[in-house]
């Protein structure tokens, strides 16, 4: 009886990206950059030419800007990204009882015994066509014995590409590829593996894993198991979020009341749209300011489930009222929608008119269909001229956990 495991690993090729080239074709084929587009801002997500230059995530938008000139930089819809990454999760959640969702574009099957039904890479295969098909972005997908094979397998099949590494083959695969490949291995994780000589996962292979302890702690024994191939994690099962968040950093501190009350408005308006489409409701929401000095202060209230901005936009200018020091510049603010649950607000929180209700389904509908930010309040207008809306360093997106730039 074959006792191994079969897990699927699929990751969405630069899926911010992606999704801003099927909303302008014009982009297929250039140089995009997805993230702040300030100097202070950050790059969360760059094309595969963007990389040629030496672009990568992460990096200061300045500095990218400065490799590649060329680039067409664009400041990203939290929005679109989660509507596509929903779409990408119905498909999965369709196919198979229990997945793991690790980002808004990386998922983990469990599809252990489909051989014995099925063959699983033709059934891989079929999902992954399935799901470009429905939502025409491009997926990659590693299939072997663990998590870390799979997820450097789909790494190697990118762009918009598959790979199965063969029962056995894990060591022989994984050895002539840098230690960078290995998921765990950060940037300062690797300098220190360089300076003992390792640069590919076959010389880690064949150090004792008693000298990677002393190195590294129990760290360490994980690094020598996953460069060996070895990785016993299993799948977690996903569950949404149970709150939401947004935070925005300024261009050039202020103590603006008017523009930083817009802010607010404005944040709190566009995570008041996210949970109406997720079907959620709040009932704990908090403000955060960051001083130019670097303190930060929070304060958070209760408030009955709702997700009606007329409820929740005067509860947070009231918060933010109560914890602004007007003598100390601000640097950064932000707020969350914590406590959520599953529920439709127009059933069971409104007590307002009809014209109310019809109002808001409007203003979703615009906003699903053009943007999250295609309709604003007029006192959120302001949010436009003071900082950049930055949903890639305030945490994961809305309603979905864990997002990977």
């Known amino acids: ?31 995009v950059l997805v993230g702040g587009t300030s ?8 094309s595969y030419e963007a990389r040629c230059f030496g672009v990568h995530s992460a990096m200061p938008m300045k500095l990218a800007k400065h490799l590649c000139p060329e680039a067409i930089v664009i400041r990203g819809n939290s929005g679109i990204y989660m509507k596509k990454s929903d779409e990408v999760t119905q498909v999965i959640r369709d196919s198979v009882p229990a997945f793991e969702k690790t980002s808004v574009d990386e998922f983990y099957l469990d599809i252990s015994g489909m051989d014995k039904f099925f063959n699983a890479l033709k059934w891989a295969t079929e999902l992954r ?30 762009p918009n590409n598959q790979l199965k590494v063969d ?59 996953k460069a060996n191939g070895i990785d016993p994690s299993p799948i977690i099962p ?7 968040s947004t ?6 501190d202020s103590t603006d009341i008017i523009k930083l009350k817009g802010i607010i408005v404005a944040m709190a308006e566009n995570l008041g749209f996210q949970l109406r489409r997720g079907k959620k409701l709040t009932s704990c929401v908090s403000v955060k300011i960051r001083y130019s000095d670097f303190s930060t202060e929070s304060l958070q209230s209760r408030l009955p489930y709702t997700s009606a901005d007329h409820v929740l936009i005067p509860r ?10 007007k003598r100390l510049l601000v640097r950064l603010v932000g707020i969350k929608y ?22 808001y389904q409007a203003m979703d509908f615009i906003r699903d269909k053009h943007g999250d930010r295609s309709v604003m309040r007029v006192s959120g207008m302001g949010a436009r001229t003071i900082g950049r809306y930055n949903p890639f360093t305030g945490g994961p997106p809305p309603l979905l956990a864990n997002r990977k730039i």
């Not at 079969?6 to 090729?13: C, E, S, Y």
């Not at 399935?130 to 997820?151: C, H, Q, R």
């Not at 947070?316 to 020091?325: A, Q, S, T």
């Open 1 to 31: 009886m074959n006792n191994n495991r079969a897990i699927l690993h699929l990751d969405l090729d630069t899926f911010f990206i992606s999704c801003e080239r099927l909303l302008d074709s014009k982009l297929i084929g250039k140089p």
């Open 39 to 46: 100097d202070r801002g950050v790059v969360a997500s760059c």
């Open 129 to 158: 066509a399935k799901i470009i098909d429905a939502t025409d972005l491009p997926i990659s997908f590693g299939l072997s014995e663990n998590k870390t094979v799979s997820k450097v397998a789909t790494g190697i099949a990118k």
């Open 167 to 225: 029962y056995g083959t894990e060591k022989a695969f994984l050895a002539p590829l840098s230690v960078k490949k290995i998921p765990m291995i950060g940037h300062k994780t690797y300098q220190a593996l360089f300076q003992l000589g390792v640069r590919d996962i076959g010389t880690l292979q064949k150090m004792p894993f008693q000298m990677l302890e002393r190195s590294f702690g129990k760290n360490g024994i994980t690094m020598w198991n």
């Open 238 to 244: 996903f569950q949404e979020r149970k709150s939401i």
């Open 247 to 252: 935070e925005r950093t300024f261009e050039k």
């Open 316 to 325: 947070m200018k009231e918060l933010f009222d109560r914890l602004f020091k």
């Open 338 to 359: 914590s406590h959520l649950v599953g529920g439709h607000y127009q059933i069971q929180l409104f007590d307002d008119e009809e014209k109310t209700i019809r109002l």
